[in-house]
């Protein structure tokens, strides 16, 4: 099915605080099968909610409403949606009851009470749930109204509004589709390459940067099951072969969590040494569930004194390389895995800047050392951007460093 999602709040558009709703939605309407015609962020303006809502319902087959449900007087969505569709506010005694129920000590049942009037015709969505949300179908279109609360609107949208559309009567087309992850290849450079796959009907291909990585959409959008299956397969060949060893990933996958399925596959345990990256890569990997498995830990050794300390790098070896340097990369790589008896470990050090740089070793060069397989190597990268950006695309670097190791081994 083909959607639209509308976030409102005058917090939104001012930039007091960030819209996480809309990107949350896309994101998991998209792993559904679901396609996404446009997204809006709105302020709470009746005329302006009447006005966007009528025009997407008149071009897609369901919209997301996120925001405005609220008790306070500037929480308008309930009225304007009431007044451009022409259903009367009607007062829905089970959701009355169930804000009354809630109240604590510093409320005023009188503000909350005006949650409980609710277009005519809505559907709650969760009637013993605290937060609103509410389905209303309007000229055979579903219409989801969710808080803008960004963890009651994903508790609501995982949970009802996901199963909901996934049955829909309303669903004429089948959707295909697929996140592609890459790292290392340019986006010019893959836009080229899947030029030709572009021209092919009912197939659309999207690029998005998203930190230091590229990901490629795919979507096949067909009203007939077998021939999206067939296209969705023919194009999915395309782009991974197009794409080779640059393309880590699918979908939810992360790089992190790519090196974990390897290393767990082949039963080998991970160490990290960080310097300029401050317990980024570390961070990165145990985010990912059953991290324990595999990642044994890491050290951040910031300074020279913590790098002799901790990890025993030599003071002359500081001294007459630096420590932006192969050889104490080197050092650095090789000393954690004895200290850890690691199966492969990682060390990065290098100059994030703003300062700190030189003609010699300007800022964004970035040692990556390695051990693995009882040997230890160490490679010299130069990034550009900010502070920021050089330490993201290190942290990248260095996953992708042991990505590439254990598929070579």
């Not at 949350?24 to 302020?43: K, P």
């Not at 579903?142 to 508790?155: A, T």
């Not at 790098?313 to 000393?335: F, H, P």
């Amino acid at each position: 099915m083909i959607g639209e999602i509308i976030a409102i709040g005058d917090e939104l558009i001012s930039g007091r605080t960030e819209n996480t709703t809309s990107p949350f939605a896309a994101r998991h309407l998209f792993a559904a099968g679901h396609e996404i015609y446009a997204m809006h962020t709105i302020g709470d303006n009746p005329p302006l909610i009447g006005e966007v809502l009528k025009r997407a319902l008149k071009r897609v087959d369901f919209v997301v409403v996120t925001g405005g449900l609220g008790s306070t007087t500037d929480d308008l969505t309930n009225e304007a949606v009431a007044e451009a569709l022409d259903r009367e506010p009607t007062l829905y005694p089970e959701v009355l009851k169930r804000i009354r129920e809630h109240l604590d000590a510093s409320q005023q049942a009188s503000n909350l009470e005006k949650m409980a009037w609710l277009p005519q015709g809505a559907e709650i969505l969760n009637e013993k749930a605290k937060m609103a949300g509410y389905l209303l179908v309007h000229n055979k279109v579903p219409i989801f109204f969710l808080p803008g609360v960004p963890y009651q609107m994903r508790e609501l949208l995982l949970e009802h509004v996901l199963p909901r559309l996934a049955g829909w009567s309303g669903n004429h087309h089948r959707v295909r589709q697929r996140i592609y992850k890459t790292f290392g290849l340019p986006e010019s450079v893959i836009n080229q390459r899947l030029l030709a796959l572009e021209r092919r009907d009912s197939v659309h291909i999207g690029y998005y940067p998203v930190n230091c990585e590229v990901h490629v959409s795919l979507t096949v959008l067909e009203k007939n099951s077998q021939a999206a299956e067939e296209k969705f397969s023919a194009a999915d060949l395309v782009i991974r072969d197009v794409l080779g060893d640059a393309l880590y990933g699918t979908d939810q996958d992360t790089l992190a969590s790519v090196v974990g399925e390897l290393l767990l596959a082949k039963g080998k345990m991970l160490c990290v040494a960080e310097s300029c990256t401050g317990g980024m890569i570390g961070k990165r990997i145990t985010e990912v569930a059953g991290s324990s498995t595999w990642f044994a830990g890491g050290v951040i050794a910031y300074s020279n004194h913590l790098k002799e300390i901790l990890l025993d790098i030599d003071r002359d070896l500081l001294k007459n390389y630096g420590a932006v340097s192969e050889q104490v990369a080197i050092a650095m790589a090789a000393r954690l895995s004895e200290r850890t008896n690691s199966d492969i470990s990682v060390s990065v050090t290098g100059i994030a800047g703003p300062g700190g740089g030189s003609d010699e070793k300007p800022v964004g060069t970035v040692y990556i050392g390695i051990f693995s397989n009882n040997r230890v190597t160490a490679r010299l990268h130069h990034f550009s951007g900010d502070r920021a950006r050089i330490r993201e695309t290190t942290t990248c670097t260095a996953l992708d460093t042991v990505r590439r190791i254990l598929l070579a081994d």
